[in-house]
Protein backbone atom coordinates (compact mmCIF):
# COMPACT_ATOMS: atom_id res chain seq x y z
CA UNK A 1 0.00 0.00 0.00
CA UNK A 2 0.86 3.78 -0.88
CA UNK A 3 1.20 6.09 1.61
CA UNK A 4 -0.10 8.98 -0.70
CA UNK A 5 -2.07 10.21 1.96
CA UNK A 6 1.18 11.21 4.07
CA UNK A 7 2.90 12.55 1.26
CA UNK A 8 -0.43 15.12 0.93
CA UNK A 9 0.15 15.28 4.99
CA UNK A 10 3.20 16.48 4.87
CA UNK A 11 3.09 18.44 1.57
CA UNK A 12 -0.16 20.01 1.02
CA UNK A 13 -1.03 21.67 4.69
CA UNK A 14 -2.02 24.85 3.05
CA UNK A 15 -3.82 26.60 0.34
CA UNK A 16 -0.22 26.79 -1.52
CA UNK A 17 0.37 23.61 -1.63
CA UNK A 18 1.01 22.89 -5.44
CA UNK A 19 4.27 24.58 -4.81
CA UNK A 20 5.21 21.27 -2.64
CA UNK A 21 3.47 18.84 -5.01
CA UNK A 22 5.80 17.11 -7.76
CA UNK A 23 6.43 18.49 -11.35
CA UNK A 24 7.67 17.66 -13.98
CA UNK A 25 10.67 16.19 -13.19
CA UNK A 26 9.01 13.11 -12.23
CA UNK A 27 5.81 12.70 -14.51
CA UNK A 28 5.73 15.02 -17.12
CA UNK A 29 2.76 17.20 -14.87
CA UNK A 30 3.30 20.92 -14.24
CA UNK A 31 2.77 21.44 -10.13
CA UNK A 32 -0.56 23.02 -10.52
CA UNK A 33 -1.71 19.57 -12.28
CA UNK A 34 -1.13 17.29 -9.22
CA UNK A 35 -3.64 17.08 -6.95
CA UNK A 36 -3.12 14.36 -4.08
CA UNK A 37 -5.45 13.31 -2.07
CA UNK A 38 -6.26 14.64 1.50
CA UNK A 39 -5.69 12.11 3.90
CA UNK A 40 -8.59 9.58 5.34
CA UNK A 41 -11.18 11.23 7.68
CA UNK A 42 -10.73 8.29 10.52
CA UNK A 43 -6.72 9.34 10.31
CA UNK A 44 -6.05 10.84 14.12
CA UNK A 45 -4.99 14.59 13.43
CA UNK A 46 -2.34 14.81 15.74
CA UNK A 47 -1.58 18.86 14.70
CA UNK A 48 0.56 20.89 17.04
CA UNK A 49 2.02 17.57 18.72
CA UNK A 50 5.04 18.30 16.86
CA UNK A 51 7.12 21.87 16.44
CA UNK A 52 8.94 20.43 13.49
CA UNK A 53 8.09 21.45 9.85
CA UNK A 54 7.43 20.25 5.83
CA UNK A 55 9.78 23.12 4.44
CA UNK A 56 10.08 23.01 0.43
CA UNK A 57 13.00 25.37 -0.98
CA UNK A 58 14.07 26.45 -3.90
CA UNK A 59 17.76 24.90 -4.08
CA UNK A 60 19.53 24.04 -8.01
CA UNK A 61 22.40 23.06 -7.24
CA UNK A 62 24.76 20.96 -5.41
CA UNK A 63 26.07 24.05 -3.52
CA UNK A 64 23.02 25.28 -2.46
CA UNK A 65 21.28 21.98 -1.01
CA UNK A 66 24.58 22.18 0.92
CA UNK A 67 23.55 25.42 2.49
CA UNK A 68 20.45 24.32 3.35
CA UNK A 69 21.53 21.65 5.08
CA UNK A 70 23.83 23.50 6.78
CA UNK A 71 20.80 25.71 8.44
CA UNK A 72 20.26 22.21 10.17
CA UNK A 73 17.39 21.18 7.80
CA UNK A 74 17.41 17.41 6.93
CA UNK A 75 16.76 17.13 3.49
CA UNK A 76 14.53 14.32 2.48
CA UNK A 77 13.48 15.41 -1.12
CA UNK A 78 15.37 16.19 -3.91
CA UNK A 79 13.06 16.94 -7.05
CA UNK A 80 13.65 19.75 -9.89
CA UNK A 81 15.18 22.44 -8.73
CA UNK A 82 13.64 22.38 -4.87
CA UNK A 83 14.33 20.32 -2.41
CA UNK A 84 11.43 19.39 0.72
CA UNK A 85 13.06 17.95 4.54
CA UNK A 86 11.91 18.52 7.66
CA UNK A 87 13.44 21.60 10.35
CA UNK A 88 12.06 24.05 12.57
CA UNK A 89 11.53 27.79 12.37
CA UNK A 90 14.85 29.12 13.77
CA UNK A 91 15.92 26.92 10.53
CA UNK A 92 13.01 28.92 8.83
CA UNK A 93 15.01 32.06 10.11
CA UNK A 94 18.52 30.85 9.23
CA UNK A 95 17.31 30.18 5.57
CA UNK A 96 16.00 33.85 4.58
CA UNK A 97 19.94 34.53 6.36
CA UNK A 98 21.22 33.36 3.58
CA UNK A 99 18.57 34.26 1.01
CA UNK A 100 17.05 31.16 0.64
CA UNK A 101 13.48 32.30 1.89
CA UNK A 102 11.19 28.84 1.45
CA UNK A 103 8.60 28.56 -0.88
CA UNK A 104 6.10 26.28 1.31
CA UNK A 105 6.01 25.11 4.88
CA UNK A 106 3.39 23.50 6.28
CA UNK A 107 3.14 21.03 10.24
CA UNK A 108 4.79 18.38 10.22
CA UNK A 109 1.70 16.09 11.53
CA UNK A 110 1.48 12.89 12.97
CA UNK A 111 -1.16 10.97 11.19
CA UNK A 112 -0.81 7.40 11.67
CA UNK A 113 -1.67 4.74 13.67
CA UNK A 114 0.20 3.35 16.73
CA UNK A 115 2.84 0.57 16.42
CA UNK A 116 2.81 -0.94 12.54
CA UNK A 117 -0.97 -0.67 11.70
CA UNK A 118 -2.47 -3.65 11.01
CA UNK A 119 -1.48 -3.05 6.96
CA UNK A 120 2.18 -2.92 7.57
CA UNK A 121 2.12 -5.95 10.52
CA UNK A 122 4.74 -7.65 7.83
CA UNK A 123 7.49 -4.93 9.25
CA UNK A 124 9.68 -6.49 12.34
CA UNK A 125 9.29 -4.19 15.76
CA UNK A 126 12.53 -4.90 17.72
CA UNK A 127 11.27 -7.62 19.91
CA UNK A 128 9.95 -9.61 16.49
CA UNK A 129 13.63 -8.90 15.07
CA UNK A 130 15.06 -10.88 17.62
CA UNK A 131 12.62 -13.66 17.07
CA UNK A 132 13.17 -13.79 13.79
CA UNK A 133 17.28 -13.49 13.67
CA UNK A 134 16.65 -16.42 16.13
CA UNK A 135 14.88 -18.61 13.64
CA UNK A 136 16.54 -18.16 11.13
CA UNK A 137 19.92 -19.03 13.11
CA UNK A 138 17.97 -21.69 14.10
CA UNK A 139 17.53 -23.38 10.88
CA UNK A 140 20.89 -23.38 10.04
CA UNK A 141 23.26 -24.32 12.85
CA UNK A 142 26.23 -25.10 11.21
CA UNK A 143 26.06 -21.56 9.02
CA UNK A 144 24.25 -18.87 11.43
CA UNK A 145 24.95 -17.66 14.59
CA UNK A 146 23.95 -14.51 16.32
CA UNK A 147 25.83 -12.16 18.79
CA UNK A 148 25.80 -8.63 20.06
CA UNK A 149 27.94 -5.95 18.79
CA UNK A 150 26.60 -3.58 21.81
CA UNK A 151 23.78 -1.71 23.40
CA UNK A 152 21.78 1.17 22.85
CA UNK A 153 20.93 3.86 25.23
CA UNK A 154 18.10 2.46 26.08
CA UNK A 155 20.14 -0.86 26.87
CA UNK A 156 18.69 -2.63 24.00
CA UNK A 157 20.98 -5.18 22.22
CA UNK A 158 22.39 -4.40 19.10
CA UNK A 159 22.04 -7.87 17.20
CA UNK A 160 24.13 -9.23 14.25
CA UNK A 161 23.63 -12.43 12.30
CA UNK A 162 27.24 -13.97 11.01
CA UNK A 163 27.22 -16.39 7.99
CA UNK A 164 29.89 -18.70 8.45
CA UNK A 165 31.05 -21.79 7.66
CA UNK A 166 33.96 -22.30 9.48
CA UNK A 167 33.74 -19.59 12.47
CA UNK A 168 30.43 -18.54 15.22
CA UNK A 169 30.04 -15.17 16.82
CA UNK A 170 32.82 -13.61 17.57
CA UNK A 171 35.15 -16.40 16.65
CA UNK A 172 37.98 -14.97 14.49
CA UNK A 173 38.24 -16.40 10.74
CA UNK A 174 40.46 -15.73 8.09
CA UNK A 175 37.58 -15.64 5.03
CA UNK A 176 36.57 -12.19 3.35
CA UNK A 177 33.90 -10.59 4.75
CA UNK A 178 31.11 -8.43 4.28
CA UNK A 179 28.75 -6.51 6.29
CA UNK A 180 25.64 -5.46 5.65
CA UNK A 181 23.56 -2.60 7.85
CA UNK A 182 20.34 -1.02 8.64
CA UNK A 183 17.96 1.39 10.31
CA UNK A 184 20.95 3.88 11.64
CA UNK A 185 17.52 6.10 10.64
CA UNK A 186 14.88 5.17 12.83
CA UNK A 187 12.13 5.93 10.24
CA UNK A 188 13.34 3.75 8.04
CA UNK A 189 11.86 0.57 8.44
CA UNK A 190 12.18 -0.74 5.40
CA UNK A 191 15.83 -0.65 5.83
CA UNK A 192 15.39 -3.14 8.50
CA UNK A 193 13.64 -5.71 5.94
CA UNK A 194 16.19 -6.05 3.63
CA UNK A 195 18.86 -6.90 5.45
CA UNK A 196 16.67 -8.98 7.44
CA UNK A 197 15.55 -11.09 4.40
CA UNK A 198 19.26 -10.89 2.90
CA UNK A 199 20.21 -13.19 6.25
CA UNK A 200 16.62 -15.53 5.64
CA UNK A 201 17.13 -15.72 1.72
CA UNK A 202 20.75 -17.30 2.20
CA UNK A 203 20.33 -19.01 4.72
CA UNK A 204 17.17 -20.98 2.69
CA UNK A 205 19.19 -21.18 -0.12
CA UNK A 206 22.25 -22.76 1.16
CA UNK A 207 21.83 -26.13 -0.59
CA UNK A 208 21.64 -24.65 -3.69
CA UNK A 209 24.91 -24.70 -5.61
CA UNK A 210 25.72 -20.88 -6.87
CA UNK A 211 24.79 -19.97 -2.70
CA UNK A 212 26.45 -22.65 -1.08
CA UNK A 213 29.68 -22.05 -2.95
CA UNK A 214 29.91 -18.25 -2.00
CA UNK A 215 28.76 -19.16 1.66
CA UNK A 216 32.04 -21.52 1.74
CA UNK A 217 34.17 -18.84 0.78
CA UNK A 218 32.89 -16.11 2.77
CA UNK A 219 32.14 -14.38 6.10
CA UNK A 220 29.13 -12.38 6.20
CA UNK A 221 27.25 -10.16 8.93
CA UNK A 222 24.09 -8.46 9.08
CA UNK A 223 23.00 -5.95 10.81
CA UNK A 224 19.50 -5.45 10.44
CA UNK A 225 18.95 -2.52 13.29
CA UNK A 226 21.18 -0.31 14.11
CA UNK A 227 19.34 2.01 15.98
CA UNK A 228 16.67 -0.15 17.85
CA UNK A 229 15.29 2.61 20.32
CA UNK A 230 14.65 5.03 17.53
CA UNK A 231 12.64 2.23 15.83
CA UNK A 232 10.39 1.22 18.75
CA UNK A 233 9.79 5.14 19.71
CA UNK A 234 8.96 5.65 15.81
CA UNK A 235 6.35 2.96 15.89
CA UNK A 236 4.56 4.29 19.53
CA UNK A 237 2.05 6.46 20.84
CA UNK A 238 -1.00 6.22 18.63
CA UNK A 239 0.83 7.49 15.63
CA UNK A 240 4.03 7.46 13.33
CA UNK A 241 6.23 9.91 15.04
CA UNK A 242 8.63 10.70 11.39
CA UNK A 243 11.67 10.31 14.25
CA UNK A 244 15.09 9.98 12.44
CA UNK A 245 17.69 9.88 15.37
CA UNK A 246 18.50 7.50 18.64
CA UNK A 247 16.87 8.35 21.81
CA UNK A 248 19.53 10.40 23.92
CA UNK A 249 18.28 12.99 25.84
CA UNK A 250 19.77 16.55 24.77
CA UNK A 251 18.06 18.52 27.30
CA UNK A 252 15.27 20.99 26.68
CA UNK A 253 12.94 18.27 25.43
CA UNK A 254 15.34 17.58 22.54
CA UNK A 255 15.37 14.09 21.68
CA UNK A 256 18.30 11.96 19.75
CA UNK A 257 21.68 12.24 17.69
CA UNK A 258 21.41 11.45 13.86
CA UNK A 259 23.77 8.39 13.90
CA UNK A 260 24.39 9.08 10.76
CA UNK A 261 26.46 12.46 11.27
CA UNK A 262 28.06 11.03 14.31
CA UNK A 263 30.75 8.87 12.72
CA UNK A 264 34.51 10.08 13.04
CA UNK A 265 36.10 10.65 10.05
CA UNK A 266 35.28 14.29 9.15
CA UNK A 267 33.37 14.70 11.84
CA UNK A 268 31.58 18.50 12.44
CA UNK A 269 31.75 19.40 9.23
CA UNK A 270 28.91 20.19 6.34
CA UNK A 271 25.98 18.95 6.85
CA UNK A 272 25.82 17.71 10.29
CA UNK A 273 24.34 20.07 12.77
CA UNK A 274 25.35 21.29 16.23
CA UNK A 275 21.80 22.14 17.08
CA UNK A 276 19.79 19.41 19.23
CA UNK A 277 16.91 20.05 17.25
CA UNK A 278 17.46 19.34 13.91
CA UNK A 279 17.14 15.70 12.82
CA UNK A 280 20.49 15.98 11.74
CA UNK A 281 22.57 16.57 15.22
CA UNK A 282 25.70 15.04 14.82
CA UNK A 283 26.01 14.66 18.81
CA UNK A 284 28.51 16.42 21.46
CA UNK A 285 31.58 14.40 20.11
CA UNK A 286 32.63 11.90 17.25
CA UNK A 287 31.16 8.76 18.30
CA UNK A 288 29.07 9.69 21.38
CA UNK A 289 26.77 7.48 20.83
CA UNK A 290 26.86 3.56 22.24
CA UNK A 291 25.15 2.71 18.93
CA UNK A 292 28.20 4.37 16.80
CA UNK A 293 30.28 3.33 19.41
CA UNK A 294 29.30 -0.05 19.01
CA UNK A 295 29.47 -0.79 14.83
CA UNK A 296 33.05 1.07 15.57
CA UNK A 297 34.17 -1.73 17.79
CA UNK A 298 32.41 -4.46 15.35
CA UNK A 299 34.08 -2.82 12.56
CA UNK A 300 37.63 -2.45 13.77
CA UNK A 301 37.56 -6.16 15.70
CA UNK A 302 37.23 -7.20 12.05
CA UNK A 303 39.17 -4.20 9.73
CA UNK A 304 41.27 -7.14 8.17
CA UNK A 305 38.97 -9.13 6.83
CA UNK A 306 35.75 -7.20 6.06
CA UNK A 307 36.55 -5.55 2.63
CA UNK A 308 32.79 -4.32 1.70
CA UNK A 309 30.11 -2.73 3.62
CA UNK A 310 26.93 -1.84 2.52
CA UNK A 311 24.42 0.63 4.83
CA UNK A 312 20.52 0.63 3.93
CA UNK A 313 18.37 3.53 4.37
CA UNK A 314 15.14 5.37 2.63
CA UNK A 315 14.33 6.40 0.42
CA UNK A 316 15.39 7.98 -3.34
CA UNK A 317 16.78 4.83 -5.40
CA UNK A 318 20.21 5.87 -5.15
CA UNK A 319 23.65 4.44 -4.61
CA UNK A 320 26.07 6.13 -3.10
CA UNK A 321 29.49 5.88 -2.26
CA UNK A 322 32.49 8.35 -0.42
CA UNK A 323 33.11 11.47 -0.81
CA UNK A 324 30.04 12.53 1.10
CA UNK A 325 32.16 15.41 3.04
CA UNK A 326 33.78 16.57 0.29
CA UNK A 327 32.75 17.65 -3.63
CA UNK A 328 36.09 15.92 -4.59
CA UNK A 329 36.32 12.19 -5.29
CA UNK A 330 38.62 9.88 -3.44
CA UNK A 331 42.41 10.37 -4.51
CA UNK A 332 42.65 6.76 -5.00
CA UNK A 333 42.30 6.45 -8.78
CA UNK A 334 42.19 3.30 -8.78
CA UNK A 335 40.09 2.77 -5.92
CA UNK A 336 37.65 5.26 -7.21
CA UNK A 337 37.25 3.16 -10.72
CA UNK A 338 36.18 0.18 -9.12
CA UNK A 339 33.74 2.07 -7.10
CA UNK A 340 31.90 3.73 -9.96
CA UNK A 341 32.36 0.37 -11.49
CA UNK A 342 29.99 -1.17 -8.75
CA UNK A 343 28.08 1.50 -8.53
CA UNK A 344 27.29 1.46 -11.91
CA UNK A 345 26.39 -2.15 -12.24
CA UNK A 346 24.36 -2.47 -9.08
CA UNK A 347 22.44 0.62 -11.12
CA UNK A 348 21.46 -1.18 -13.58
CA UNK A 349 20.12 -4.17 -11.80
CA UNK A 350 17.90 -2.24 -9.55
CA UNK A 351 17.15 0.54 -11.61
CA UNK A 352 18.50 3.07 -9.23
CA UNK A 353 20.87 6.00 -10.02
CA UNK A 354 24.50 5.46 -9.15
CA UNK A 355 26.42 8.81 -7.89
CA UNK A 356 29.30 10.13 -5.18
CA UNK A 357 27.27 11.30 -1.83
CA UNK A 358 27.58 14.83 -2.46
CA UNK A 359 26.30 14.95 -5.62
CA UNK A 360 23.10 15.61 -3.70
CA UNK A 361 24.85 17.82 -1.10
CA UNK A 362 27.68 18.04 1.84
CA UNK A 363 27.17 15.24 4.48
CA UNK A 364 29.72 14.88 7.21
CA UNK A 365 30.89 12.11 9.60
CA UNK A 366 28.46 9.39 7.97
CA UNK A 367 28.79 5.43 8.23
CA UNK A 368 30.41 5.04 4.25
CA UNK A 369 32.95 8.11 4.59
CA UNK A 370 34.51 6.28 7.63
CA UNK A 371 34.36 2.98 6.63
CA UNK A 372 36.15 4.01 3.86
CA UNK A 373 38.77 6.97 4.90
CA UNK A 374 39.73 5.00 7.87
CA UNK A 375 39.78 1.40 7.10
CA UNK A 376 40.14 1.41 3.36
CA UNK A 377 36.40 -0.62 3.82
CA UNK A 378 34.57 -0.28 -0.12
CA UNK A 379 31.30 1.00 1.62
CA UNK A 380 27.62 2.30 -0.32
CA UNK A 381 24.85 4.07 0.76
CA UNK A 382 21.68 2.24 -0.85
CA UNK A 383 18.66 4.74 -0.33
CA UNK A 384 16.04 2.17 -1.03
CA UNK A 385 12.33 2.27 -2.56
CA UNK A 386 10.40 4.41 -2.96
CA UNK A 387 11.96 7.23 -5.20
CA UNK A 388 9.76 10.40 -4.15
CA UNK A 389 7.73 11.11 -0.97
CA UNK A 390 4.39 11.54 -3.03
CA UNK A 391 4.96 7.52 -3.93
CA UNK A 392 5.25 6.35 -0.19
CA UNK A 393 8.70 7.78 1.14
CA UNK A 394 9.76 6.65 4.82
CA UNK A 395 6.22 4.52 4.79
CA UNK A 396 5.74 3.02 1.49
CA UNK A 397 3.46 -0.09 3.00
CA UNK A 398 4.15 -3.52 3.23
CA UNK A 399 3.59 -4.06 -0.48
CA UNK A 400 7.17 -2.40 -0.73
CA UNK A 401 9.07 -4.83 1.08
CA UNK A 402 8.85 -8.13 -1.47
CA UNK A 403 9.85 -6.29 -4.41
CA UNK A 404 12.55 -3.99 -2.60
CA UNK A 405 14.47 -7.17 -1.41
CA UNK A 406 13.65 -9.17 -5.22
CA UNK A 407 15.05 -5.62 -6.48
CA UNK A 408 18.47 -5.71 -4.21
CA UNK A 409 19.28 -9.23 -4.52
CA UNK A 410 21.12 -9.35 -6.96
CA UNK A 411 23.34 -6.40 -5.90
CA UNK A 412 23.90 -8.55 -2.51
CA UNK A 413 25.13 -11.46 -3.83
CA UNK A 414 27.36 -9.21 -6.31
CA UNK A 415 28.93 -7.68 -3.39
CA UNK A 416 29.36 -10.98 -1.67
CA UNK A 417 30.84 -12.38 -4.62
CA UNK A 418 33.53 -9.03 -4.90
CA UNK A 419 34.25 -9.19 -1.21
CA UNK A 420 37.60 -10.91 -1.48
CA UNK A 421 39.08 -8.16 -4.30
CA UNK A 422 36.60 -5.42 -4.79
CA UNK A 423 39.67 -3.69 -7.15
CA UNK A 424 38.65 -6.53 -9.92
CA UNK A 425 34.97 -5.09 -10.35
CA UNK A 426 36.99 -2.22 -12.73
CA UNK A 427 39.21 -4.82 -14.03
CA UNK A 428 36.69 -7.45 -15.27
CA UNK A 429 33.40 -5.35 -14.83
CA UNK A 430 31.77 -8.62 -14.77
CA UNK A 431 28.31 -8.76 -13.18
CA UNK A 432 27.62 -12.13 -11.36
CA UNK A 433 26.34 -14.86 -12.80
CA UNK A 434 23.71 -15.75 -10.12
CA UNK A 435 19.96 -15.84 -11.26
CA UNK A 436 18.33 -15.69 -7.90
CA UNK A 437 14.95 -16.51 -7.05
CA UNK A 438 12.50 -13.70 -6.22
CA UNK A 439 10.87 -14.03 -3.24
CA UNK A 440 6.83 -14.05 -2.26
CA UNK A 441 4.85 -14.16 1.13
CA UNK A 442 4.97 -12.18 4.45
CA UNK A 443 6.98 -12.78 7.16
Known sequence: MQRVWLAAALALCSPSAALAAPDGYFDGRSAAEVELPRPPAT???????????????????????????????????????????IGTRAMIDRLKEQGLAPIHVSELDRLLPADFPPEDQAYHNYQELRKELEAIAARAP???????????????????LRLNTDAAGRQKSGKPAIAFMGTHHAREHLSTEVPLMLAAYLVDKRNEPEISALLSRRDIFILPMINPDGVEHDISGGFYRMHRKNMRENGRGSIGVDLNRNY???????????????????GPAPFSEP???????????RKDTIKILLSYHTFSELILYPWGHSYDPIPDAEALAAYRAMAGTMGRMTGYTPQQSSELYIASGDTTDWAWGAHRIFSFTFELTPKTMWDGGFYPGADAINTTFNNNIRPALYLIEL???????????????LKPTPVSGGR
Open 419 to 433: ADDPYRAARTLSQTQ
Open 142 to 160: GLASIFVIGHSHQNREILA
Open 264 to 282: GFHWGEGGASDRPDSDIYR
Open 43 to 85: APAAAGLDSRLWIVVRAPTKQARTAVADTGISIEQVYGDRVGG
Open 291 to 301: ETQAVKSFVEE
